[in-house]
């Protein structure tokens, strides 16, 4: 199960603190999957990523990021998901922008959606794709924020990268490659 974080709404669209979001979109496309439904206190779609491949569900949680774990947890539960099956994709500012890597387990370096994760999957020991997004020339907290709350100040043709390479990352991860 693939787990897109992200925050709900035309406020908060292609900010980047809704990467984990578009690489999500993206695979969904990807793989030909059928238009997301409202399940799980967010939108839920699900199919093979090829004919005769792995099965996945895709599931962008519709709570604001810091309770996505309202979301995932009831998906995993219903549909029966071992933990380390799960896939979070989400920004990551402690990787300069157009980084991109994936781990199992590790710290939640302040997170709060990955946070939410580990308290309602009941653990950490899920994989992420961290996808770099960069970090303001402050610690402040607000700016911070309003640094991860705000639109990409790099040229669409590097974001939309950016979301491709991602998205790659992710797939290898599933197909096991």
Known sequence: MI????????????????????????????????RAKK????????GRT????PRVGVLLPQTYMNEAGR?????????????????????EIDLPFGEVKVRLGGGL???NGLKSLKRELGGADFHRVRVGVGR????????VAGYVLGRFSESPD???DLIERAADATERLVEGR
């Open 3 to 34: 787990v897109g974080l992200g925050n709900p709404g035309d406020r908060y669209a292609r900010t980047r603190h809704n990467i984990g979001f578009e690489v999500a979109n993206r695979l969904a496309e990807r793989w030909d999957l059928p």
């Open 39 to 46: 399940r799980y206190a967010g939108l839920f779609t699900g």
């Open 158 to 160: 590097l974001v939309r």
């Open 109 to 111: 370096a302040g997170h």
């Open 136 to 143: 303001p020339d402050s610690t402040d907290p607000d700016i």
């Open 50 to 53: 090829m004919p005769g491949g």
């Open 71 to 91: 979301s995932a947890g009831p998906a995993r539960g219903a549909l029966g998901v071992p933990l380390d099956r799960i896939v979070a994709i989400h920004d």
